[in-house]
């Protein structure tokens, strides 16, 4: 490879570089491209899945079916909840994790960067069978839920080809996701620049860490449990089958031993993302290091046995022990809480795009923490479980966190991938219109959710208070759609445009602010000593870095 | 099509609604002993969510606020540099456990009485919920009452319930997962094939209730839907025997 890095010019234009064709990207192994191709294409997934969503708003804007018939309808949601987990929120924490571990620990690639290509592939691939589960069968597409619950996904009634194309593709997204775990941890571990203790590790880095653990424990047993229903549906298996002597329930506990530490591996990227980016636009470190890194291990301990409190309605399971986990995993998170505030209190706040996306995410968040709370105590769930309170919360967590998170991570890592800058003006306006639209739309689910609304409907009568809330929220996803739109437009003006941002434009804290833009093909030319958590900060203010020989009369208060 | 008025008409309804909902915020009273337990227990995690969002709300504006860089700073201009602090870090984390210690506690005593079933209930009612629809049985009586096939328009059946009564309700399904719920009675259950669920209701208050089906069971759950009809207990038994003669009349 004839790219060399020459720190003292400044970036040259990407389209000048020679490795960009078609071919090269198809074939690379190079992570920053794979991580790239991760997150470009799962925010593809993220506009497919928001277009599904829209549908469904369109439907719900008033009672009486009229524009989708209740089989499409089922459809939509079906998969519009794998499209945005599996296919969008998860993906891009790992091309998150891809593009940046790498850079932020000072290694010149991923441990196994063949298997790094694999696991793209496979999660392409698996995105592939997932979309076309959704129309290539004779009795429309899988029309199950996105947990594919038995016995309504078993042959007898569901028994066209849709649910048996989307139990192949999150095969291969699983697989795909085990190989990133993998990658991860081992770069993580065995790779690390000189100086780069656990205890300096970037917190987004160990945040992924814990993700990639957690998709290693998580994802065998939901494999298993999908290849049973397989079984059952193509094989005359009777694993989840009651009058073949098997249990549904049996699918539900190894389905949530899955899905809830998948919430945390959709939320926990995310929360790295804003520790980063909090930090350096407060210019202070990070409040609570050692204590945020241990909250962070210790979400990714619990989110392992709280599962069954997505069937406290089921009578089966103990429910006491269950909701007690999950009272605990608030625990945390409220920690992590304090040092985002703590982080800020004392700083110079400056308000730029990525910041904004996180304060937002701060905001969206905390109600989404704060109703989590109310879904952990089993009796309150008798009465919230399945209904739109529930649809609401996770949307404050997943979108109002995850999604905010995506963004605050796009406008702060854009111009290290490509060199140049995203708008500021045009980005503002991007985090208003979301910030609103995203309100407008799920806060009026919280109401009809109390007022008895369940989720997964495709009509509902009038006259149950259930009217006004569901136009509102229809109308708010057209505010958020709007911003959705705006950003695109920001990427591609920006794109022609293609304003230089130098290596470091925000005053990073991190190794990969310490390289060019982009950074060339085998990372780092040199590398700043490593004395702290900051290195890129500590070569800029040598002044405070501990055990520094350089030594400043006073620090500014 | 709406026009956009409409759209802010609609939105000036939902403050005023939402403002006016006082503590519950839309969440039903409810109509049941149980429900009244489970409304007691919403009352108290909601005030306490609303202090700790108002709480932490407000450390963050202050941060926003007082922690802004003014213009006449220099962007990049540095916070003050300072890493951890031990005891604050040990209350902010002591403050939550107490917390949640606090809510767990009062919700598993809720939970225990909400959900507990007595031996000796006044009426028992059967339902079973089907692909789509319910079929409801008083046992006692050799009385029952089945839907039609839910779809569009298609109204769901109406059940009657004694006041001040202890129905117990066994709960089950025929083919896939449904589930059973009452907003009003603030409880749901979920109809699970080849296992029976069982739960108490004891009504407080007269009224028709809305009821569904919430687990999502295919085509036309949607549709799924029943009415629960809370009425005196003289009432309830002459709607009982009434509907025991026409089953034997039409049984002979």
Known sequence: MSLTAERSTPAPAPAERPHDGPVAWITTTDHKKLGVMYCVTAFAFFLIGGALAGAMRAELADTGGQLIGPQAYNTLFTVHGIIMIFLFVAPFGVG?????????????????????????????????????????????????????????????????????????????????????????????????????????????????????????????????????????????????????????????????????????????????????????????????????????????????????????????????????????IAVPTGVKFFNWIGTMWGGKLAFRVPMLFSIGFLLNFLIGGVTGVMLAS????????????????????????????????????????????????????????????????????????????????????????????????????????????????????????????????????????????????????????????????DMRHPEFTPGSSVTTAEEPS | MRKPAAGVGALITLAVSVTSC????????????????????????????????????????????????????????????????????IVYTVIPIVIVVVLFTLSFGTEDRASSVSPTPDVVLRAEAFSWGWRFGYPDEGVEVVSEPSAEGVPGPEILLPLGRTTRIELTSNDVIHAFWVADFLYKRDAIPGRVNVFDVT????????????????????YMTFTVRVVEPSEFDAWLTDAAAIEQEVAS
């Not at chain 1, 069978?129 to 597409?141: I, K, N, Q, T």
């Not at chain 1, 945040?207 to 065998?220: D, E, K």
């Not at chain 1, 991938?417 to 219109?433: D, H, I, P, T």
Request: hydrophobic content about 50%; overall charge neutral; glycine content about 10%.
């Open chain 2, 203 to 222: 009504p407080t208050e007269i009224g028709t209730y809305h009821g569904v089906c919430s687990e999502f069971c295919g085509i036309h759950h949607a």
């Open chain 1, 96 to 328: 998150l994790a891809n593009y940046l571990v790498p850079l932020q620990i000072g290694a010149p690639d991923m441990a196994f960067p063949r298997v790094n290509a694999m696991g793209y592939w496979f999660f392409a691939g698996g995105g592939l069978l997932v979309l076309l589960s959704s129309f290539a069968s004779d009795a429309g597409g899988v029309a199950t839920g996105w947990y594919l619950y038995p016995p309504l996904s078993g042959p007898r009634y569901s028994p066209g080809v849709g649910p048996d194309l989307l139990i192949l593709g999150l095969a291969l997204v699983a697989i795909s996701t085990v190989m990133s775990g993998v990658n991860v941890i081992t770069t993580t571990f065995l790779m690390r620049a000189p100086g780069m203790t656990m205890w300096r590790l970037p917190v987004f880095t160990w945040n992924v860490v814990v993700t990639a653990i957690l998709g290693l424990v998580a994802f065998p047993p939901a494999v298993a449990a999908f290849v049973l229903l397989l079984f059952d549906r193509r094989l005359g298996g009777q694993a989840f089958d009651p009058l073949g002597g098997g249990d549904p329930i049996v699918y539900q506990h190894l389905f949530w031993f899955l899905g809830h530490p998948e919430v945390y591996i959709l939320i926990l990227p995310f929360f790295g993302v804003i520790t980063e980016t909090i930090p350096v636009f407060s210019r202070k470190p990070l409040f609570g290091y050692t204590g945020f890194i241990l909250a962070t291990l210790a979400i990714g301990a619990l989110s392992t046995g709280v599962w069954a409190h997505h069937m406290f309605t089921t009578g089966v399971v103990d429910n006491p022990f269950f909701s007690a986990m999950t009272f605990t």
């Open chain 1, 378 to 537: 089993a009796p309150l769930d008798f009465q919230l479980a399945d209904s739109y309170f529930l649809v609401s919360h996770f949307h404050y967590t997943m979108m109002g966190g995850s999604v905010f998170g995506i963004f605050a991570a796009i406008y702060f890592w854009w111009p290290k991938a490509f060199g140049y800058r995203l708008s500021e003006r045009l980005g503002r306006s991007v985090f208003v219109l979301m910030f609103v639209g995203f309100n407008l739309t799920f806060w009026p689910q919280f109401v009809v959710g109390l007022r008895g609304m369940p989720r997964r409907i495709v009509d509902y009568a009038p006259g149950l208070g259930w009217d006004t809330p569901n136009l509102v929220s229809s109308l708010g996803v057209v505010v958020l759609s709007a911003g959705v739109v705006l950003f695109l437009v920001d990427a591609f003006t920006s794109r022609r445009r293609r304003t230089p941002a130098g290596d470091d434009p925000w005053g990073g804290f991190s190794l990969e602010w310490a390289t060019t833009s982009p950074p060339p093909e085998n990372n780092f030319s040199s590398l700043p000593r490593i004395r702290s958590e900051r290195p890129a900060f």
């Open chain 2, 22 to 89: 006082s503590s519950s915020f839309g969440m039903p009273r409810g109509s049941t002993e149980q429900g009244e337990e489970i409304f007691d227990l919403w009352q108290i995690f909601f005030w306490a969510g609303i202090v700790v969002a108002a709480l932490v709300y407000g450390l963050i504006a202050w941060s926003l606020i007082r922690y802004r860089r003014r213009r006449r700073e220099p962007d990049g201009e540095l916070g003050r540099q300072f890493h951890a602090n031990a005891p604050l870090e």
